[in-house]
């Protein structure tokens, strides 16, 4: 190929330029923000949350780009193993898994580590523009139209066009890809949405040397619709990052949103697991609360249309876009970017419809999809639709969940399928179910948080 246009230069774009590089003479990244200096662009104001990577994230960061944690780790960011990863269920702490891995940063610091390198490669061109449309010749797509213009702005715009061999949308949930699809004679692909009217909110902390650098993620089940308060405890995570720093966040289902109001914020921290009420009573916040509304998680079922255009590939939240709580979305990006490298690498023409490509990343986006919907349906404003084999992931994944917070076994299976690493049908195994089942009717010898007063 001589040429590829990855429209959108966030983290899954990035990921899939690095990977289309390896098969082009050159790559274009067409991206509105001007992201190559320290701001945080408007396209994407979810960068500002707390970000975790899960296990096979990172993996995938070091199988692309060797020796980034290192680069990280100079740049401030922590790392938390075995026992100072904590994960909370309702209050009670987990045991820890062994070969469990964290690397505390904030998603800034990630991703332009991620960028630097990318753009750092011989072939990779950045471009500041706005794509509006992709040309075809035949049944291929052939090219990108975009303004330069900054997409925020009011500076007139000039027009301008890119031949592409391989064209890649990475343009986030909000993609317009559809709608060029559907103007232009295609079908745009089915779409699943579930609402899940989530509300998320991220404050960051002074963090003395003194205090030691664990990573702790809390969950907690919502109480009744009526009223959406946790009765054990708040849900949420806070993370050691760069800048002597602690990120906390918090989320909270829909009318117990978390707002912007430092002191609430402080409140609901001091309701969280114990580690998190102490950031609250011996640290001093820095800066704002930070807010986000993620209304639904969505996907895109590319795999259903009957016929697609060749030279056209979508990843990362363009595709599918599941409930943060569970830390999947740059994962899934950086595995989604690994099936395109198996695609082209397999030697079919780009100029195809890339079947193969969304049938390796459509394992990928169902894994994290059934994750995500199959614990979401537990709560009583989620509607639906059902994941495929949604009753036995539901009745299994109930029994594990109960179980992981008793023996290191089944928390070791059951963390594997939360950091991606093994495909959630692992969790109906008949063995680990067996387990469970055991596990659960004997009693629990678990450090429990005490309960609210
Ligand atoms: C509140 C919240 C918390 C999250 N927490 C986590 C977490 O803990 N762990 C985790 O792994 N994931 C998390 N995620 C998910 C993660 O942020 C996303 O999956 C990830 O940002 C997807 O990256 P992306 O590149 O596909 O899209 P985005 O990051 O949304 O980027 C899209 C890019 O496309 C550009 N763009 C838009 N239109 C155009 C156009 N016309 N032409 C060119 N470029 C365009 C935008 O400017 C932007 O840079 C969270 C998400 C949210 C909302």
Request: charged share 20%; hydrophobic share 45%; proline share 8%.
């Amino acid at each position: 190929m001589r040429r590829a246009i990855v429209m959108g230069g966030s983290f899954a774009g990035l990921l899939a330029a690095r990977v289309v590089s390896e098969f082009v003479d050159e790559v274009v990244i067409l991206e509105p923000d001007e992201l190559l200096g320290a701001g945080l662009g408007r396209g994407a104001p979810h960068r500002q949350q707390l970000h975790a990577l899960l296990s096979m994230g990172h993996a995938q960061l070091e199988r692309w780009f060797p020796g980034i944690t290192r680069n990280l780790l100079t740049a401030g960011a922590q790392v938390g193993t075995g026992d100072a990863v904590q994960f909370y269920v309702d209050g009670t702490l987990k045991p820890p898994v062994p070969d469990s891995l964290m690397i505390g940063a904030t998603r800034p610091l990630i991703e332009n580590h991620v960028r630097q390198r990318v753009v750092g490669l011989p072939n990779v061109v950045w471009r500041v523009g706005l794509a509006t449309g992709i040309r075809f010749t035949g049944s291929r797509v052939s090219g990108v139209r975009f303004t330069t213009r900054d997409g925020h702005s009011s500076v007139r715009a000039a027009d301008c066009e890119l031949g592409a061999d391989l064209v890649v949308d990475a343009m986030g949930r909000a993609s317009r890809l559809s709608s060029w699809l559907d103007d232009t004679g295609w079908d745009a692909p089915p779409v699943d949405r579930m609402r899940i009217d989530l509300g998320y909110a991220t404050a960051t902390f002074h963090r003395p040397a003194s205090q030691p650098p664990p990573a702790v993620i809390a969950h907690s089940t919502p109480g009744p619709a009526s009223a959406y308060q946790p009765t054990i405890c708040e849900p949420g995570a806070l993370a050691a990052v760069e800048g002597n720093r602690w990120s906390v966040v918090l989320a909270g289902y829909a009318d117990y949103r978390p707002s912007a109001d430092p002191d609430e914020f402080l409140a609901r921290m001091r309701r969280c697991v114990a580690p998190i009420r102490s950031v609250a009573n011996e640290c001093v916040m820095d800066g704002d609360v930070h807010t986000f509304h993620f209304r639904e998680s969505q996907r895109r079922n590319f795999m259903d249309l009957a016929r697609f255009p060749g030279g056209l590939v979508a990843v990362g939240d363009s595709v599918a876009s599941v409930n943060p709580i569970y830390g999947q979305g740059l994962t899934l990006a950086a595995l989604q970017a690994s099936s395109l490298f198996a695609h082209l690498r397999s030697g079919v023409s780009p100029h195809q419809a890339a079947w193969g490509y969304f049938r390796r990343a459509g394992v990928v986006v169902d894994a994290a999809w059934q994750v995500s919907a199959t614990a979401d349906l537990a709560q009583p404003h989620v509607k639906g639709p059902s994941p495929r084999g949604y009753r036995l992931l539901r009745w299994a994944g109930d029994k594990i969940t109960a179980a992981s917070v008793i023996d290191p076994l089944v928390n070791k299976a059951f963390m594997d399928v939360v950091h991606m690493r093994e495909h959630p049908r692992a969790l109906t195994r008949p063995s680990l179910l067996l387990r469970a089942a055991r596990a659960t009717v004997r009693p629990p010898r678990v450090r429990a948080t005490p309960p609210l007063t």
